[in-house]
């Protein structure tokens, strides 16, 4: 559209998490909206957009375009070029663009939203009661991605073709699935499969979609019955249990290697949560947030949980459901009363080794803890766990940073050097940094057993491709023990740089907050 007064073209760089979380179609309307012309692009920079127009129309795109973003979008620069007009005619959505060696942050796993929780209980609603429901507002991110730029053909979601329903909201700029990668329906998306742990040996037969509620109602039989259930989900698999069957409890906690660690807990909506535990505001507003971590709350006395469930400890770590697929293990009907108050819901691993993340995988690793297997063919590439955190003088602090916080990066206050920081040995994490970044992996958990270390340099060389990030200097802790340590002495082409295990602790402290001086 053409309009009376001067036109000229603006070219705007756009960092930050801007890619898999809705903001080209956000900036497509906003630029139909007021009749601008040109195009954007996901680059591996993060989003470049040109339009053309009316000047005072430029400057209400700009100026909307920060003020207005969808909400999992998270802006950290708009850069901004004055150019000669182009002579655009329309506005389009370009496919995106690699740029090798800039960098781009991916965005956490986000638990269900609103809006795909009601299509998902829509008995009219073609995804009525479909576990993989999700659009751009939500869904899997990091779990699925397996290089940037964020497109559905380099994540594990290439091998479902779309439907042609799901095709038509893919490309449907005013759709809430616009471009959203992982996209599906019963028709085209990933199903479910049931395994008994005594037919492990076979491949699983994965279910018509249309069949997944009655899967996940024989799940709910086996749980009633006092059985454990390994159960697929965003990050791993999960070890679930009824936590009122002090037998299940206890068979858990035998067969699993855990004699007194507390198992987490999942509760159906917060009412749920309040009936184990006191709630405060801030621990209710942690508990709902979109990265639904596991919250640590003061257990009420007097409760019918199994005593097994978190022996000797006066608090209780609880979660909310985060995909349907767990709205479901609570009951089918979705409006009726759940069938459980909550449910076991552990890391599924043996004592201290890192969380199963494949089918194949949690057959040989999880055989002789669980009775039977929930599985998806939608394949997990990136591992990642619950996240934990806890309220402290009425902010949310965070224990264990995994699902939903990671891969997103803590901003450093000044540029820094591409550095490789290994960690320590217990609740070991690691961080890359570039520019203004530091990435944390998500929680690698003790570097004290084969699976951890492998999952630690697996996880490295992951990110160090995500993030496109070459560490020139490795950190390493002093203690000549630990493997993390061990892992950096190996390394050869690196400048390697021995650190003070509290002295890490402070500097970390006062990077985190912006503190410069001595
Ligand atoms: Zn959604
Ligand atoms: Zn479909």
Redesign the pocket.
């Known amino acids: 559209m053409q309009r009376d007064g001067f036109v000229s073209r603006r070219q705007i760089h756009v960092r930050g998490i801007v890619q898999g979380v809705g903001f080209r179609p956000f900036v497509y309307n906003l630029a139909q909206g007021l009749g601008l012309n040109g195009y954007v692009l996901n680059s591996s920079a993060g989003v470049t957009i040109e339009v053309e127009g009316e000047s005072g129309e430029l400057d209400r795109f700009v100026s909307r375009l920060s003020g207005e973003a969808p909400p999992l979008a998270h802006i950290e620069e708009v850069a901004l070029t004055r150019l000669e007009p182009a002579g655009y005619t329309s506005f389009v959505i370009r496919d995106s663009l690699d740029e090798p060696g800039r960098l781009v942050p991916v965005s956490p796993d986000i638990s269900s939203c609103d809006d795909c929780m009601r299509d998902f209980r829509d008995p009219a609603n073609r995804r009525h009661g479909y576990p993989f429901t999700n659009c751009t507002n939500c869904g899997p991110r990091y779990t699925i991605t397996r290089t940037i730029p964020y497109d559905r053909p380099l994540t594990t979601m290439a091998c479902f073709a779309?439907?042609d329903?799901?095709?038509r909201e893919y490309e449907e700029p005013r759709d809430r699935r616009f471009h959203a990668q992982p996209?599906?329906?019963?028709?085209?998306?990933p199903s479910l499969a049931l395994v008994a742990a005594d037919h492990l040996g076979e491949a699983p037969v994965f279910l018509q979609p249309g069949a997944s509620l009655g899967a996940i109602g024989e799940v709910r039989r086996l749980l009633r019955e006092g059985r454990i259930v390994a159960i697929k989900g965003l990050g791993g698999f999960h070890l679930v249990c009824d936590p009122m069957n002090d037998a299940a409890v206890r068979l858990l906690r035998e067969r699993k290697k855990r004699s007194d660690k507390p198992f987490a807990l999942m509760v159906p909506d917060i009412a749920g949560a309040e009936r184990f535990c006191v709630v405060s505001d801030p621990e209710g507003k942690a508990l709902m947030s979109p990265r639904r971590p596991i919250v640590i709350l003061s257990r009420r006395p007097d409760t019918p949980l199994s005593q097994a469930l978190a022996p000797g400890n006066s608090t209780l770590g609880v979660m909310l459901p985060y995909t349907p697929l767990h709205y479901l293990l609570f009951g089918d009907s979705l409006h009726a009363p759940p069938e459980f108050s909550a449910l076991v819901m552990t890391s599924g691993n043996l004592s201290e080794e890192p969380i199963v993340t494949a089918n194949r995988e949690a057959v040989m690793r999880l055989g002789r803890i669980a009775d039977v297997f929930l599985v998806h063919n939608r394949d997990i590439h990136t591992r990642v766990d619950d996240s934990v955190v806890r309220v402290f003088e009425d902010k949310e602090r965070v224990l264990r940073r995994s699902r939903g916080y990671a891969p997103y990066p803590v901003t450093l206050h000044f540029p820094v050097a591409e550095i490789l920081a290994c960690g320590a040995e217990l609740k070991n994490t690691f961080c890359l940094t570039k520019d203004h970044h530091a990435f944390l992996s998500q929680h690698i958990g003790d570097l004290e057993n084969y699976e951890t270390l492998v999952f630690f340099e697996e996880t490295l060389a992951r990110m160090k491709e995500l993030f496109r990030i070459k560490p020139q200097v490795v950190a390493y802790d002093l203690h000549p023990l630990y493997l993390s340590t061990k892992l950096a002495l190996g390394m050869t082409g690196v400048e390697k740089i021995g650190v003070q295990h509290h002295h890490a602790h402070i500097a970390s402290c006062m990077a985190e907050n912006g503190i410069k001086d001595r």
């Open positions: 779309m439907c329903g799901c095709l996209n599906a329906c019963p028709e085209c998306g």
